[in-house]
């Protein structure tokens, strides 16, 4: 309890402060290190990436940060891989960049994390930043500059998956985001090393106090946070969040 202590207390901090409007800061729960950068959605522009000029996925963060520069921006201080694929690494689930819609949502049960329901969006709008549960998001029918679907949900509405397990052996590489119920603050957190989905969960529920979170991928995760002298190499990677200045 007093290291969740003092984890909550160093986020309340970097909350509180409007020159934190991006941070990267290693934290550790259960014993197993992550790595959590937290985005102020009102101060800062989240935004996602998968394709490049000449119609090719982007794949890597050097390759994403090299276009920004060409166009006069940059790769600020975070990106991470932002939802699962298909080997052509086109999106699985619902996807919407800079306001046009590049895949529907899929709201079916399936094999594979995604499809294990509750799935939900990551929805960034106007100045706010939401986890949303699929059929809650068709419901509410937010207005999403940038979306991105994935599964499962790892919060929603603050109770775990019902299907996570608190003895599960089953673990992994993970990464996923959650964002505070006033929208202003994701958080997005990777795992640096073999995690459970129930213990990726309650960091997201009872240390970071997110209502909903959203499971984005596991082997394939990477994460380019400069200020931490990181930026991963590895696999192609398909939908890319990330903050631009």
Request: hydrophobic share 40%.
């Amino acid at each position: 309890m007093t290291r969740w202590r003092h984890i909550v207390a160093g986020l309340l901090a970097l909350c509180a402060s409007p020159a934190s409007a991006v941070e990267c800061q290693n934290i550790t729960h259960a014993d197993i290190s992550f790595t959590l950068c937290s985005v102020d959605a009102q101060a800062e522009q989240i935004a996602l990436f998968l394709d490049a000029p000449d119609g090719q996925r982007f794949g890597h963060f050097s390759a994403l940060s090299q276009h920004l520069e060409q166009t006069g921006k940059r790769l600020l201080a975070f990106a991470m891989n932002a939802g699962m694929y298909h080997p052509n690494r086109t999106p699985v689930g619902h996807y919407v960049e800079n306001g046009q819609q590049r895949m529907r949502v899929v709201d079916s049960a399936g094999p594979g994390n995604f499809g294990m329901l509750p799935n939900g969006i990551f929805c960034v709008g106007n100045g706010r930043a939401d986890v949303i549960e699929t059929l809650e998001f068709q419901r509410s029918a937010p207005a999403c500059r940038y979306a991105t679907q994935s599964g499962p949900m790892l919060v929603i509405n603050g109770a775990l998956h019902p299907r996570f397990l608190e003895n599960s052996t089953w673990r992994n590489i993970r990464n996923g985001v959650g964002t505070s119920a006033d929208g202003r603050w994701a958080h997005f957190v990777i795992s640096n090393g073999i995690v459970t989905f129930y213990e990726m969960a309650t960091l997201f529920r009872d240390v970071l106090k997110t209502p909903n979170a959203l499971y984005f991928d596991g082997t394939i995760s990477r994460l380019h946070a400069p200020a931490l002298g990181r930026s991963d190499i590895g696999f192609r990677m398909g939908p890319i969040v990330g903050v631009v200045e």
